[in-house]
Nanobody, 122 residues
Framework: QRQLEESGGGLVQPGGSLRLSCAAS????????IAWFRQAPGKERKGVSC????????WYEESVKGRFTISRDDAKSTVYLEMNSLKPEDTADYYC???????????????WGKGILVTVSS
């Protein structure tokens, strides 16, 4: 069946880096816009970053701009979120989602990953 799965999360110290991956199985991502969301403890889910189906356009939530980079490798049906200069407030469950383009962010969501935990703590 068609699924998305996140990987690469874990525990990191403040100022450190992690790279999250979102891999598709059962389908390819080449025609989908992709979004990353996160949900911190006790808070609502919020969009973090998006990438268009072509990879030519990206969007970042203001608090991560300049620190996070989204990219895609359609040959591997995988989207990445490189997270640098991590802060404790980045601690959250991170989710990827795929949906129709051609907007930079998905118009709707066809597929969700199950989420992966990122903890930034000393």
């Amino acid at each position: 069946q068609r699924q998305l799965e996140e990987s690469g999360g874990g525990l990191v110290q403040p100022g450190g880096s992690l790279r999250l991956s979102c891999a598709a199985s059962g389908f390819t991502l080449e025609h989908y816009a992709i979004a990353w969301f996160r949900q911190a403890p006790g808070k609502e889910r919020k969009g973090v970053s998006c990438i268009s189906n072509s990879g030519g356009n990206t969007w970042y939530e203001e608090s991560v701009k300049g620190r996070f980079t989204i990219s895609r490798d359609d040959a591997k049906s995988t989207v990445y979120l490189e997270m640098n200069s991590l802060k404790p407030e980045d601690t959250a469950d991170y989710y990827c989602a795929a949906g129709p383009g051609p907007s930079v962010c998905p118009i709707g969501v066809d597929y969700w990953g199950k989420g992966i935990l990122v903890t930034v703590s000393s």
